[in-house]
């Protein structure tokens, strides 16, 4: 059995994952895409997973510039789904949290498009299901930490 050499894995890791990544993409833009963009289900989610969130967590998790999470921060204030809070002690620095409409908005386009992805589950195994998780988050991980190593 001949064993596949690295370029013939990153070419099927790239078609797969731009296939999917696309693919999902359109259609969870098809089902929330009127009351909010991927970028901005997910700040909402990270925002009510971090406690005392601020832009800057924002701009390193979403891997964005500056510049553009004031302008996505901008639109959920100003839709009232999120708030800003500034620190008592150092006035640069502010806190974000979501509103009763933002958490509401967050929870049902989460459920929204849990109900779009989960029909797909039931095409594997949950051990495989389970497998490709880990694996995808180790990936992750890799990618954010410097050179490939992963950190013990």
């Known amino acids: 059995m001949n064993t596949p050499d690295a370029k013939s894995l990153v070419n099927r890791y790239l078609d797969a994952s731009f296939l999917v990544s696309k693919q999902f993409d359109t259609r969870i833009r098809e089902k929330v895409g009127q009351t909010m ?3 901005q289900f997910c700040a909402l989610r990270l925002i009510e997973e971090k406690p005392s969130c601020t832009p800057s967590d924002l701009s390193e998790l979403l891997c964005v510039g500056k510049s553009s999470i004031t302008a996505l921060v901008n639109k959920l ?5 999120v708030h800003r809070a500034g620190d008592d002690r150092d006035r640069r620095v502010v806190y974000l949290t979501l509103t009763d409409t933002g958490r509401q908005v967050y929870r049902e386009t989460e459920r929204e498009i849990q109900q779009l992805l989960e029909p797909y589950l039931v095409h594997f195994k949950p051990e495989e299901v389970q497998n490709f998780i ?3 988050e180790k990936l992750a991980t890799l990618l954010t930490n410097e050179g490939g190593q992963e950190s013990e």
């Open 37 to 39: 963009t991927t970028d």
């Open 134 to 136: 880990e694996s995808f």
């Open 77 to 81: 204030v100003d839709r009232d789904l």
